[in-house]
Antibody, heavy 120, light 106 residues
Framework: DVQLVESGGGLVQPGGSLRLSCAAS????????MSWVRQAPGKGLEWVAN????????YYVDSVKGRFTISRDNAKNSLYLEMNSLRAEDTAVYYC?????????????WGQGTLVIVSS | DIQMTQSPSSLSASVGDRVTITCRAS??????LNWYQQKPGKAPNLLIY???SLQSGVPSRFSGSGSGTDFTLTISSLQPEDFATYYC?????????FGQGTRLEI
């Protein structure tokens, strides 16, 4: 079975940094693009970043460009999100998700999410 | 960026009802439109991809249609487990964008 398990969330002060991890299993990780999607408390879904299968192409929503970095280690079947200069508005549950392979850019498997709280 | 607008934002219905949720894109996205269901405290679950293709394991009472800018998600006969929030998402171009959600209530 496909499994995605996020970790690394927690409470961080404004301006601080945090690194999220997503451990993947049950599929050939190196064969799929991956995404991070977040959801602020009581709000809707917001796509954050994508990374291609080999890590060669990365895409970000404007609000995190220059502050967040998506990366992956295919040997470890792991996805990461390095978050710097965190702001209160970055407070959210962060989900990692697999991008379906058929080219329609859908997210077919999601992790359970990890909560990031940015507060002093 | 492509804006996705869902209507209605919330909807009250009863078990057995037929329900339709609409999603409009700010520009043509062909059929690069996907639908998700999210229950409280849970991750979203993919229902429909490419506007009308049913994801494996999703009940056939869910269906999608549309192309270009206008899309619909239909639930043919509501079941108790269908009361949730539904999101559309365009995969036509980056940044990927979601609709604001439709909360389906009893």
């Amino acid at each position: 079975d496909v499994q995605l398990v996020e970790s690394g969330g927690g409470l961080v002060q404004p301006g601080g940094s945090l690194r999220l991890s997503c451990a993947a299993s049950g599929f050939t990780f190196s064969g799929y693009s991956m995404s991070w999607v977040r959801q602020a408390p009581g709000k809707g879904l917001e796509w954050v970043a994508n990374i291609k299968e080999d890590g060669g192409e990365k895409y970000y929503v404007d609000s995190v460009k220059g502050r967040f970095t998506i990366s992956r280690d295919n040997a470890k079947n792991s996805l990461y999100l390095e978050m710097n200069s965190l702001r209160a508005e970055d407070t959210a549950v962060y989900y990692c998700a697999r991008v379906g392979s058929s080219g329609w850019s859908f997210l077919d498997y999601w992790g359970q999410g990890t909560l990031v709280i940015v507060s002093s | 960026d492509i804006q996705m607008t869902q209507s209605p934002s919330s909807l009250s219905a009863s078990v057995g009802d037929r329900v339709t949720i609409t999603c409009r894109a700010s520009q043509s996205i062909s059929i690069y439109l996907n639908w998700y269901q999210q229950k409280p405290g849970k991750a979203p679950n993919l229902l429909i991809y490419a506007a009308s293709s049913l994801q494996s394991g999703v009940p056939s009472r869910f269906s999608g249609s549309g192309s270009g800018t206008d899309f619909t998600l239909t639930i043919s006969s509501l079941q108790p487990e269908d009361f949730a929030t539904y999101y559309c998402q365009q995969g036509y171009s980056t940044p990927i964008t979601f609709g604001q959600g439709t909360r389906l209530e009893i």
